[in-house]
Structures are given as structure tokens and as C-alpha cells.
């Protein structure tokens, strides 16, 4: 198993995101937004990485709810340099913290960023779309309460 070096909050990763909250690695690789890092995790003597990840999918992006937000080919500059392959939308709804290592996260089709599960990052227009998704669950948390 290898691990991967640190990513940045607003990247999107090639994940093995879980099925069903399992502790296992999901069978197909998708888009995961990554949405916080932490460092803390010190094993012999370097560090490795978490990361709090959103799910990514390319279904049912017509159908969005508070908490999700779609990248589509209409935010064109934005669409590329998320570096997708299909509209996405990504669900603060099923987030998850994983290992950043080989385990979960494996180098995408084509390697755009070399050989790193990087496919893109956020682009600056989309922070608001972000941000309201974003938004949007802590509410939903809260009602939950």
C-alpha cells in the first residue's frame, strides 16, 4: 500500500468511495471531492493523510437536493478543469473520512495530474454553488438534532 502525497481541500480525486458506509473499498472508482485534510496520522515517523470526501456521481444530475451540487459541461472552463469526464454532481449528504493511500484513492484514466489520484480541482466560480450546498446540509444536521 502506498500513500499518496497531501492533496488540498477543493481537489477531486479518483475514489474507491465505500458502499453503504462499509469499511471497505467501493468496486468502482469515482469522483470524491475533498473537503477537508487532516495530518495527524504520524506512522513511523511520516505523515500520512485523511481526508473528508464527497461522494461524486454522474447519475441523476437533473435531480439535485439541498446539500449537492452538479458540475456540468455548461460551467464549461469549470467542467475542464475539474477534469470530469461526465456532469457531476457531489453530495455533502455521503461524505466520508478515508486514508489518502492506494487502498482508496488510485490514479485516474489518463493520469491529468501524473501519478497521483488527482482528476482536477474546484473552480472559482463554483464556490458559491459550493458554499450554499454546503450550507444547505449543516441545516439539515441541525434539524436532525
Known amino acids: 500500500m502506498h500513500w499518496w502525497p497531501v492533496p488540498e481541500a477543493g481537489e477531486i480525486a479518483w475514489c474507491h468511495f465505500p458502499e453503504n458506509k462499509s469499511i471497505e ?5 469515482r469522483p470524491a471531492l475533498v473537503v477537508t485534510v487532516f495530518d495527524d496520522q504520524n506512522i513511523d515517523q511520516k505523515i500520512h493523510f485523511i481526508v473528508l470526501v464527497a461522494y461524486g456521481t454522474s447519475q ?10 452538479l458540475i456540468s459541461t455548461r460551467d464549461a472552463a469549470a467542467y475542464q478543469l475539474a477534469g470530469l469526464s461526465y456532469p457531476t454532481k457531489f453530495s455533502f449528504h455521503s ?15 489518463g493520469a491529468p495530474h501524473g501519478q497521483t489520484p488527482k482528476l482536477g480541482v474546484l ?23
Open 25 to 29: 473499498p467501493g468496486p468502482k472508482p
Open 60 to 69: 441523476k444530475t437533473d435531480q439535485l437536493r439541498p446539500g449537492e451540487f
Open 95 to 109: 461524505t466520508v473520512e478515508l486514508p489518502y493511500n492506494s487502498e482508496w484513492f488510485k490514479v485516474p484514466p
Open 123 to 145: 473552480h472559482p466560480s463554483l464556490m458559491q454553488r459550493v458554499r450554499a450546498a454546503w450550507e444547505a446540509i449543516q441545516v439539515v444536521k441541525v434539524l436532525r438534532k
